[in-house]
């Protein structure tokens, strides 16, 4: 075993620091001697022979967010295989201990957006291995061609004393396997015509740090009465190629990703199947325009997730200014979806006070990673034109949408003015500013008990208990109010003692009042 010796630090102002690490090599066949003396032919080593090299270092406090172990592929390899283990310090209470990623590029580069992409892990595993037909969860089957890849740690917090981490690089020689077709999902079902779709679109598999393959998250999904789900798996695109076989007429799947960086996380929902964004920048980097722009040429939409996570990295570092959708409602509601919405609200008003018509829409997903997490709670009911990729992201970019518990949460938002005008969900009621304006709210599935707020741009104007009819009605002028958006919560778990509503039962986008 060798320690290595960083060979180059790349850190530039405001740029990700990113430690290159002296190469390891590995016999290629015109080192290895003659094919008579190794029993394979054409100068290769004997099919089905390996050879391993294990590499060790020491990563201080402040190490740089990407550490990259080149490795020098020959020609006639059949598999790589990787695994690697980093020591695990006490630390005192209140101090990050020691936390590392890994994954992989290919002979194609780590440049960041590149096309050397090969697979990624984050913690979830110590050991991967890739071929031409197979390839653990996380990483993409292909060929392992002759040339320079690339192992990269990622050093997600390093403790006081230091990372020590070891690298196994393995390859087995051989003729490799056929490479096997991807069997990507139809981005269409048959679906009801306009109708009001339901949807999880932040979900986890065995492909990134979830316990769930795509065949038990697929039946969750039926079983939550979902009819759509968006796969996004953290940095990775390998659960696209699995897809196929698990959707189906009952169950659109999109393909796309949680793009994972060291300043939020944030989906990208309905990619173009097999399409990989990059996540290693931070904010002070300036490239997320890049990769947004990169989102939407392949279908996509940007979406940020839990944007007040308390877990690290997950605070959302990067604004708001480019981005279709906010994830207001991420699992269980908790304290940070709270921040999230009370940010949210704010950017309303923010809208309505410019009166450009722009705005951005709400949208809630379960994050399901594994038991006991819920698929489809919470889920989003958005109104589309038909159950496709395309109808489904013109509905959440427009936020004829809201956001429900369970299918077992049923909801009517309307606005009506004087003249028979008539206005849903994430839509403009065009009326007089002194025009009476009757704004209704039904809804069933919920318990009793179930307190309704009724929310605008001065803040809550209506808080009442949801009348055994289940229809809440209210009257009020654009003058008074630009939008009116619902909250239908549970009853306050002390009563209403500390001023903290309940949690949510759904939450609707809002309708604008008034002549933009």
Not at 305 to 313: D, Q, V
Not at 385 to 393: E, F, P
Not at 442 to 461: F, I
Request: glycine letters at 12%.
């Amino acid at each position: 075993m060798e320690r290595r010796n960083v060979l180059k630090l790349s850190a530039l102002a405001g740029a990700t620091g990113v430690l290159t690490l002296a190469p390891v090599s590995f016999a290629a066949a015109s080192d290895s001697g003659s094919a008579a003396h190794h029993g394979g032919s054409g100068g290769l080593p004997p099919e089905g022979s390996v050879q391993s090299r294990v590499v060790t270092g020491h990563l201080p406090t402040g190490a740089a967010d990407f550490v990259y172990l080149p490795v020098e592929v020959p020609s006639g390899v059949r598999q790589i295989a990787v695994s690697y283990s980093y020591n695990r310090p006490t630390v005192p209470p209140g101090t990050q201990g020691n936390a590392c990623d890994i994954g992989i590029f290919d002979q194609h580069g780590t440049a960041v957006g590149g096309r050397g992409f090969r697979g990624w892990s984050g913690g979830a595993r110590t050991e991967f291995a890739i071929s031409a037909d197979t390839a653990t969860p996380g990483y993409l089957a292909g060929p392992v061609k002759a040339g320079t890849w690339y192992v990269v740690l990622g050093p997600y917090t390093v403790a006081p004393q230091g990372l020590d981490y070891s690298v196994t690089v393995t390859l087995t020689f051989g003729t490799p396997a056929e490479t096997q077709v991807p069997d990507y999902p139809a981005d269409h079902a048959p679906g009801r015509g306009r109708a009001w779709y339901r949807g999880d679109c932040h979900l986890h598999t065995v492909h990134s740090d979830g316990k769930r393959t795509v065949e038990q998250l697929a039946a969750l999904a039926r079983a939550a009465g979902l009819d759509f789900i968006n796969s996004s798996d953290h940095n990775t695109t390998s659960a696209h190629a699995q897809l196929g076989p698990v959707s189906g007429d009952d169950l659109l799947i999109l393909t796309g990703e949680e793009v994972t960086t060291r300043n939020g996380h944030y989906l990208a929902i309905g990619l173009d199947a097999g399409e990989w964004i990059d996540w290693r920048y931070r904010a002070r980097d300036d490239a997320f325009g890049r990769f947004t722009r990169q989102i939407r040429r392949a279908g996509g939409i940007v979406v940020p997730a839990h944007p007040y996570a308390p877990s690290l990295a997950s605070q959302w570092k990067f604004g708001y200014d480019d981005v279709d959708a906010i994830e207001v409602w991420n699992g269980p509601w908790t304290l940070d979806d709270e921040l999230t919405l009370a940010t949210w609200d704010n950017l309303l008003t923010g809208a309505a006070r410019r009166g450009d018509g722009h705005w951005i829409p709400a949208m809630g997903n379960s994050d399901a990673h594994r038991d006991p997490d819920v698929v489809g709670l919470p889920q989003t009911v958005v109104l589309a034109d038909g159950l496709n990729r395309r109808a489904l992201q013109d509905g959440l970019r427009a936020g004829t949408s809201w956001i429900a518990e369970s299918a077992a949460v049923q909801l009517s938002f309307t606005a009506s003015g004087p003249r028979g005008e008539h206005a849903g969900i994430g839509e403009r009621l065009s009326v007089a500013p002194d025009a009476s304006v009757t704004v209704r709210l039904e809804a069933s599935g919920v318990p009793a008990g179930t307190v309704v707020r009724l929310m605008t741009d001065e803040g809550q104007m209506v808080g009442a208990l949801l009348p055994a009819s289940g229809v809440l009605e209210w009257s009020t002028t654009a003058s008074i109010a630009s939008y009116v958006r619902a909250e239908v919560r549970r009853p306050a778990a002390d009563g209403g003692a500390s001023g903290m509503p309940g949690p949510a039962l759904a939450i609707t986008n809002p309708i604008w009042l008034g002549k933009q």
